[in-house]
């Protein structure tokens, strides 16, 4: 199983990104996919997961309103953008085919400054 994450860059406060990840060697259409996250010094930090077939959605509270979770499972890719974005919200982003983001990806780094 591979997970590629992309998308990563610094950004000022209030501003966007849309992050990628490339999955293969997986069945990814039928799976359920998350985002996580990890700030420096902190624990990971669950962000957003998504059914196949995008038929459940659900997102951290800290996200919620601001961040939208969606796959294309034609490509094995799944996305995360992010709006308004917070100074809070820099961290490694991780995709992950598990729960607990055991199974995750290199992680794309996300910093937003002013």
């Known amino acids: 199983v591979q997970l590629v994450e992309s998308g990563g860059a610094l950004v000022q406060p209030g501003g966007s990104l849309r992050l990628s990840c490339v999955v293969s060697?997986?069945?990814?259409?039928?799976?359920?996919m998350n985002w996580f996250r990890q700030a420096p010094g902190k624990g990971l930090e669950w962000v957003s997961s998504?059914?196949?077939?995008?038929?459940?959605?659900k997102y951290a509270d800290s996200v919620k309103g601001r961040f939208t979770v969606s796959r294309d499972d034609s490509a094995n890719t799944l996305f995360l953008q992010m709006d308004s974005l917070k100074i809070e919200d820099t961290a490694i982003y991780y995709c992950?085919?598990?729960?607990?983001?055991?199974?995750r990806g290199q992680g794309t780094q996300v910093t937003v400054s002013s």
């Open positions: 060697g997986f069945p990814f259409s039928i799976w359920e």
């Open positions: 998504i059914e196949h077939g995008s038929t459940q959605i």
């Open positions: 992950a085919t598990d729960s607990r983001g055991q199974q």
